[in-house]
């Protein structure tokens, strides 16, 4: 009797095991309205993400908002499974597209919409960019054309110094910077250049390597794309 107590007690635990929620952290810096700390739903494309993977019941998604030279520093190391910031190349590194909307990436001025055909344009000019891989190239390219990049750690930290006048330009999406020109009367004397510097398509980073991979891999490679 008491040996099939304990057979009885051992499938209740693993059981239990296999039924445990299991948190993953999705690494992330503060840059509204994709990616909010203040924001209850954290920002359009978490919200987007964790919509997506609403029928993995095994896994609990958490933002874990780090300062983008943190953030680098995290996603050298090989646990992470998801991430929002953009880590290095990889074969073990895929991007999971979230939505069929691109999103420009360029400068704002107090200028009149600029148009610009190479980085000569931006010869001593100061320029706030965020510490971010996926304008490092370009940051690299704009100092041999002679600007000077200011680094600052948010999109709204580079835009207060252009409306201080510290700056000539500040990095920013063309998304975010609409929506903020609605609820704030200072950005009215600001414009979007017309040449931006890159197009994306919101989505996330998955690192194939990471502990919970075989659970995420099947949802997040059947993610509907939705405009």
Avoid at 7 to 16: A, D, Q
Avoid at 57 to 70: D, E, M, S, T, Y
Avoid at 165 to 177: C, E, M, Q, Y
Avoid at 196 to 219: D, R
Wanted: charged share 20%; hydrophobic share 40%; aromatic share 12%.
């Amino acid at each position: 009797m008491f040996y099939w107590i304990l057979i009885v007690i051992s499938c209740i635990l693993t059981v239990k095991s296999f039924a445990s929620v299991h948190k993953v952290d999705v690494i992330a810096i503060d840059y509204p309205p994709f990616i909010s700390q203040s924001e209850p739903s954290h920002g359009i494309t978490y919200e987007l993400l964790e919509r997506k993977l609403a029928n993995l019941k095994l896994i609990k998604l958490r933002p874990r908002f780090l300062p983008p030279a943190r953030a680098q520093t995290e996603l050298t190391k090989s646990g992470w499974c998801l991430s929002f910031y953009p880590p290095a190349p990889s074969e073990f590194i895929e991007r999971i597209p979230l939505s069929e909307d691109k999103v420009l990436l360029g400068f704002i001025s107090k200028q009149q919409q600029v148009t610009w055909q190479n980085f000569k344009y931006f010869k001593q000019k100061r320029l706030a960019m965020l510490r971010a891989t996926i304008t490092e190239g370009m940051q690299g390219q704009l100092k041999q054309a002679g600007a000077v990049i200011v680094s600052v750690e948010t999109v709204d930290q580079g835009i207060n110094l252009l409306l201080k006048g510290r700056v000539d330009f500040a990095f920013t999406d063309n998304l975010s910077f609409l929506e903020k020109q609605k609820t704030n009367k200072e950005y009215a004397q600001l414009a979007f250049a017309k040449t931006p510097l890159i197009e994306v398509q919101v989505g996330v980073y998955f690192n194939t390597q990471c502990k919970y991979a075989g659970l995420l891999a099947p949802h997040l490679r059947k993610l509907e794309i939705k405009n």
